[in-house]
């Protein structure tokens, strides 16, 4: 495995931790994964019950995302941008990990977010996750997704950071110096860690926000 894939496989380790810390003990309801990439959380809502409609706007990563797929559980569809293809108030819970600057390559971040709202049911759950870096900033700032939600209506349930991307700890995951099994372990830490300490004054850190249609 190389030091690309280690850091991604540690990233995502990460990310699933913060993720079962806000929707581990929810009814498993009714998910979109909104820009689900090759299906890795899909994979793993669809493992704990969830059931999932993914879309995604790149045909070869929703090839990989079908061949990890539940059929049972999951649908995945080819989403041309623009208006969601799903009635209003249909989802219990929406997840969108890492898809904020793209969606601004096409358009203003609130046209999305008021999508994510006309498909969430009230009541319903939006789950983000984000990386605060240099391509993210010159879009918009970490702190302006989180206003243009609650902008749109959106209640804050929870905004903090989960991951710092300088952090000398990914140098050893980098390198392959940590094992891979002590991921788990470590990803568990760190976002105990960014969680308790907050953001910082700088570095570059994913931020993890919770947001409630009320």
């Known amino acids: 495995m190389d030091s690309r894939l280690r850091r991604e496989n540690y990233r995502r380790l990460v990310e699933e931790a913060a993720i079962w810390e806000r929707w581990g003990d929810l009814p498993r309801g009714l998910v979109l994964d909104y820009g689900c990439g090759t299906g890795w959380f899909l994979q793993r809502l669809a493992g704990r019950g969830f059931r999932v409609l993914g879309l995604e706007v790149q045909g070869e990563f929703l090839r990989e995302a079908r061949l990890r797929a539940n059929s049972g559980k999951t649908l995945l569809v080819l989403y041309g941008g623009g208006t969601l293809p799903i009635r209003k108030d249909a989802f219990d819970l ?20 008021e999508e994510w709202r006309r498909c969430l049911r009230p009541g319903g759950r939006l789950l983000l996750v984000e990386t605060d870096n240099a391509a993210l900033r010159r879009k918009i700032t970490a702190e302006g997704i989180r206003e243009t939600l609650q902008q ?8 903090h950071p989960i991951r710092d991307t300088s952090w000398w700890g990914l140098g050893l995951v980098k390198a392959g110096l940590w094992p891979t099994s002590l991921y788990g372990r470590m990803a568990r830490w760190e976002l105990k860690q960014r969680k308790k300490k907050g953001a910082p004054k700088k570095g570059k850190m994913a931020y993890l926000g919770e947001f409630l249609k009320s």
């Open 94 to 113: 929406l997840l969108a990990v890492g898809v904020v600057r793209s969606l601004m390559d096409r358009g203003p971040l609130g046209e999305a977010v």
């Open 152 to 159: 749109a209506g959106f209640q804050g349930l929870a905004w």
